[in-house]
């Protein structure tokens, strides 16, 4: 009894103690959450402050304190790292390497026009076609920003994703770096998910301050504002992004996946725009809502008149239809919208003096003068070649050499030789001529008999030549045979492993793992990727082979037409002239490149290797020459799925409803396509329908 007393006695102010120290932790953890939740919501404040009403309360020293405190607590205390923290502002590790993600929604360029003329064409056009007031039709107005375009991803309110626009399909994976754009929202106010339409962009007081140190560090200042801001951001130390204080413009939204609706009620542009800016996104504040092409021209021409004291950099104006109805009513063309415009402001103009002239020599062939300047700075970039693209235009400009010229970035991207000064030529100038030899292969160079282009008549034996059709026909349009970029094909071509496309499938692990940055698992990486290129569509097959004029929608009507590649190969002028769209330029390249012994010849081998799959055209089906539109989600067809099926079946799928419509698909939330195809009074068909069509073609 007294020994379990006694035991009792000793071990009870141990217990407590404990039991005190664990009280104690758990209280001073307590005391950190909150000190740290506390100094996370007052940094917050004075973010909004700063970037979002130009108002802030505080010196820029008072609030880096604030923020190296915030810092020094969270290292402190790891367990309570948070995504949405502004620590996240300042950057992580470096990464080893950006990753590519394809987007949910496809990141497509706006149609550019260049003056009064276009925008007012467009206004019309688009009027027209919705059968409105083109006096009343009201577009929304935005300044269009020079930097790199983003897409962010939120769910549940979290920024969880950003996506550089990259090809339009798939980009580049930067969400720590943007996490440390301060004006970017880590979390939303409310829990939604969508994805975010934005522009970074580069003030030009940061770039001038970032060039003077560059310069001061002995390193190459940047040479425009769109490219600071691209490099910034694709900066694999996030670190380095933060440093470079980039800035986030909102200008779209977007539903979490294709066939949702906005998370927030919005009929209008204008409306996503408030809504964007509601949930903490910084918009284009001059934003505004016209009313036809006089209101358009309005907004541009005062956006030009103050175009030189906005701190950032603009190119243009974008015009978007605020109505979102008839935005989806227009629809899209391939690559751009119909309801949008980029109103770009006049080109740049600068004087330089022809130095030089040189030929490049083309993936086909072809032969590009080039003249060579003296470097001017003109649209932001400095220019120091500028293409002609064939010698009658290098006479109809009457440029020659050591000629004054006036040199203009046409769009603000293009180079290009507006006219010469005769009046400062020298009194003997040398008129250009094309080389009688390719200056790569010295090959013959013959003029094409109806055209303007010169071309080589080395074929693939031209080492200029062979480098661009191998690329060609290893791109992602044609065999998409992923890791063999242009590149590594030098790379294959320098070391002698290749010579012309066949070679590919002659190649090994042991010989690819022998070249520079490939190891054992790249090379059977790649070897796996070259395989599974073998038996290919016949339309990807023919685009593949680089004929002259042959580009994807002429691959797929001559596969559509011929059905085998025996049939192909077997071509005549007058068959291929039957087909629709194939003009006698194209059909005599064919033809030519066909009966070519290297290049006719290397073709047949590859088809007898590769076995390019036939096609069931659906000539004599029910959708044989018909369009069809598509809108809404299916149950069991993805959209590209269909697209496939109404091809497979000799039809051509439209973007838009017109009386030249054969038939819309409708499928779940179908918009306003269905309720124009009503008012047309064109048939309207279900999933089954659909499926049964293309299976009775």
Same mark, same amino acid.
């Given at each position: 009894?007294?020994?379990?007393?006694?035991?009792?006695?000793?071990?009870?102010?141990?217990?407590c103690?404990?039991?005190?120290?664990?009280?104690?932790?758990?209280?001073?953890?307590?005391?950190?959450?909150?000190?740290?939740?506390?100094?996370?919501?007052?940094?917050?404040?004075?973010?909004?402050?700063y970037h979002?009403h130009?108002?802030?309360?505080?010196?820029?020293?008072?609030?880096?304190?604030?923020?190296?405190?915030?810092?020094?607590?969270?290292?402190?205390?790891?367990?309570?790292?948070?995504?949405?923290?502004?620590?996240q502002?300042?950057?992580?590790?470096?990464?080893?390497?950006?990753?590519?993600?394809?987007?949910?929604?496809?990141?497509?360029?706006?149609?550019?026009?260049?003056?009064?003329?276009?925008?007012?064409?467009?206004?019309?056009?688009?009027?027209?076609?919705?059968?409105?007031?083109?006096?009343?039709?009201?577009?929304?107005?935005?300044?269009?920003?020079?930097?790199?375009?983003?897409?962010?991803?939120?769910?549940?309110?979290?920024?969880?994703?950003?996506?550089?626009?990259?090809?339009?399909?798939?980009?580049?994976?930067?969400?720590?770096?943007?996490?440390?754009?301060?004006?970017?929202?880590?979390?939303?106010?409310?829990?939604?998910?969508?994805?975010?339409?934005?522009?970074?962009?580069?003030?030009?007081?940061?770039?001038?301050?970032?060039?003077?140190?560059r310069?001061?560090?002995?390193?190459?200042?940047?040479?425009?504002?769109?490219?600071?801001?691209?490099?910034?951001?694709?900066?694999l130390?996030?670190?380095?992004?933060?440093?470079?204080?980039l800035?986030f413009?909102?200008?779209?939204?977007?539903?979490?996946?294709?066939?949702?609706?906005?998370?927030f009620?919005?009929?209008?542009?204008?409306?996503?725009?408030?809504?964007?800016?509601?949930?903490?996104?910084?918009?284009?504040?001059?934003?505004?809502?016209?009313?036809?092409?006089a209101?358009i021209?309005?907004?541009?021409e005062?956006?030009a008149?103050?175009?030189?004291?906005?701190?950032?950099?603009?190119?243009?104006c974008?015009?978007?239809?605020?109505?979102?109805?008839?935005?989806?009513?227009?629809?899209?063309?391939? !690559? *751009?919208? $119909?309801?949008?415009?980029a109103? %770009?402001?006049? @080109?740049?103009?600068?004087?330089? #003096?022809?130095? /030089?002239? &040189?030929?490049?020599?083309? !993936? *086909?062939? $072809?032969?590009?003068?080039?003249? %060579?300047?003296? @470097?001017?700075?003109?649209?932001? #970039?400095?220019? /120091?070649? &500028?293409?002609?693209?064939?010698?009658?235009?290098?006479?109809?400009?009457?440029?020659?050499?050591?000629?004054?010229?006036?040199?203009?970035?046409?769009?603000?991207?293009?180079?290009?030789?507006?006219?010469?000064?005769?009046?400062?030529?020298a009194?003997?100038?040398?008129?250009?001529?094309?080389?009688?030899?390719?200056?790569?292969?010295?090959?013959?160079?013959?003029?094409?008999?109806?055209?303007?282009?010169?071309r080589?008549?080395?074929?693939?034996?031209?080492?200029?030549?062979?480098?661009?059709?191998?690329?060609?026909?290893?791109?992602?349009?044609?065999?998409?045979?992923e890791?063999?970029?242009?590149?590594?094909?030098?790379?294959?071509?320098?070391?002698?492993?290749?010579?012309?496309?066949?070679?590919?499938?002659?190649?090994?692990?042991?010989k690819?793992?022998?070249?520079?940055?490939f190891?054992?698992?790249?090379?059977?990486?790649?070897?796996?990727?070259?395989?599974?290129?073998?038996?290919?569509?016949?339309?990807?097959?023919?685009?593949a082979?680089?004929?002259?004029?042959?580009?994807?929608?002429?691959?797929?009507?001559?596969?559509?037409?011929?059905?085998?590649?025996?049939?192909?190969?077997?071509?005549?002028?007058?068959?291929?002239?039957?087909?629709?769209?194939?003009?006698?330029a194209t059909?005599?390249?064919?033809?030519?490149?066909?009966?070519?012994?290297?290049?006719?010849?290397?073709?047949?081998?590859?088809?007898?290797?590769?076995?390019?799959?036939?096609?069931?055209?659906?000539?004599?089906?029910?959708?044989?020459?018909?369009?069809?539109?598509?809108?809404?989600?299916?149950?069991?067809?993805?959209?590209?799925?269909a697209?496939?099926?109404?091809?497979?079946?000799?039809?051509?799928?439209?973007?838009?409803?017109?009386?030249?419509?054969?038939?819309?698909?409708a499928?779940?939330?179908?918009?306003?396509?269905?309720?124009?195809?009503?008012?047309?009074?064109?048939?309207?068909?279900?999933?089954?329908?659909?499926?049964?069509?293309?299976?009775?073609?």
């Amino acid at each position: 009894m007294l020994t379990s007393l006694n035991r009792a006695d000793c071990s009870a102010p141990h217990t407590c103690r404990h039991r005190q120290r664990n009280r104690c932790e758990l209280a001073n953890r307590a005391a950190h959450l909150i000190q740290i939740s506390n100094l996370r919501a007052e940094i917050e404040r004075h973010q909004r402050l700063y970037h979002e009403h130009d108002a802030p309360e505080i010196p820029d020293a008072q609030y880096d304190a604030l923020f190296r405190k915030l810092i020094a607590l969270e290292e402190a205390h790891p367990e309570f790292a948070a995504p949405d923290s502004p620590s996240q502002r300042v950057g992580g590790k470096p990464l080893k390497a950006f990753r590519e993600v394809a987007h949910a929604f496809p990141m497509l360029s706006l149609r550019d026009v260049m003056d009064a003329g276009e925008a007012s064409a467009a206004v019309a056009s688009a009027a027209g076609e919705l059968g409105v007031d083109p006096n009343e039709i009201e577009y929304g107005m935005e300044l269009k920003f020079d930097g790199l375009a983003l897409s962010l991803r939120y769910a549940d309110g979290l920024l969880v994703e950003a996506l550089t626009r990259g090809d339009g399909a798939s980009g580049e994976e930067v969400t720590a770096q943007v996490r440390t754009i301060r004006n970017v929202p880590l979390r939303l106010p409310l829990p939604l998910t969508l994805h975010v339409r934005g522009e970074v962009v580069m003030e030009k007081g940061v770039f001038a301050s970032l060039n003077a140190q560059r310069t001061a560090e002995g390193k190459k200042p940047f040479v425009n504002l769109r490219n600071a801001a691209a490099g910034s951001v694709r900066q694999l130390d996030p670190k380095e992004t933060a440093a470079r204080r980039l800035k986030f413009f909102a200008y779209g939204a977007a539903p979490a996946a294709p066939g949702q609706s906005l998370p927030f009620a919005a009929s209008r542009q204008s409306h996503i725009l408030a809504e964007l800016q509601r949930l903490g996104f910084t918009v284009d504040t001059s934003a505004a809502v016209v009313k036809g092409f006089a209101g358009i021209q309005e907004w541009f021409e005062r956006v030009a008149a103050i175009r030189e004291s906005i701190p950032f950099e603009i190119d243009g104006c974008v015009a978007k239809l605020d109505d979102l109805r008839q935005q989806e009513q227009l629809g899209w063309n391939i !690559r *751009t919208p $119909r309801f949008a415009m980029a109103y %770009k402001f006049p @080109p740049q103009e600068a004087l330089s #003096v022809v130095r /030089s002239f &040189v030929c490049q020599v083309g !993936r *086909t062939g $072809r032969l590009t003068p080039v003249a %060579k300047i003296d @470097p001017v700075f003109v649209g932001g #970039v400095t220019v /120091s070649s &500028v293409t002609l693209h064939n010698e009658d235009q290098v006479r109809l400009k009457d440029v020659r050499l050591g000629d004054t010229i006036v040199v203009r970035r046409a769009g603000d991207v293009i180079p290009e030789i507006v006219r010469s000064l005769p009046e400062l030529r020298a009194a003997q100038s040398d008129v250009f001529a094309m080389p009688s030899q390719c200056p790569v292969c010295s090959a013959p160079v013959v003029k094409e008999e109806d055209g303007a282009d010169h071309r080589c008549t080395g074929g693939i034996a031209c080492d200029a030549q062979r480098l661009f059709r191998m690329t060609h026909f290893t791109s992602r349009l044609a065999m998409n045979i992923e890791g063999l970029a242009e590149q590594t094909i030098a790379a294959l071509i320098d070391a002698g492993l290749v010579k012309k496309p066949l070679d590919f499938y002659h190649l090994n692990v042991a010989k690819i793992a022998v070249l520079e940055r490939f190891g054992q698992q790249s090379a059977t990486k790649l070897t796996e990727a070259i395989e599974g290129s073998k038996k290919p569509t016949l339309a990807r097959f023919i685009y593949a082979l680089g004929i002259f004029g042959v580009g994807e929608a002429t691959a797929k009507d001559l596969a559509k037409a011929f059905g085998t590649w025996t049939d192909f190969a077997a071509a005549t002028e007058d068959r291929l002239l039957a087909i629709r769209d194939i003009g006698p330029a194209t059909a005599a390249n064919i033809v030519r490149f066909l009966a070519d012994p290297a290049e006719g010849g290397e073709a047949r081998l590859l088809a007898e290797y590769l076995q390019p799959q036939d096609v069931v055209t659906g000539a004599a089906g029910a959708l044989h020459g018909k369009t069809i539109v598509l809108t809404g989600t299916f149950p069991a067809l993805t959209r590209e799925q269909a697209t496939a099926m109404a091809e497979a079946a000799g039809g051509k799928v439209a973007g838009s409803v017109s009386r030249r419509t054969f038939a819309v698909v409708a499928g779940a939330e179908a918009g306003s396509k269905l309720a124009k195809a009503q008012e047309l009074g064109i048939p309207v068909w279900d999933e089954a329908q659909f499926v049964a069509a293309c299976a009775a073609a």
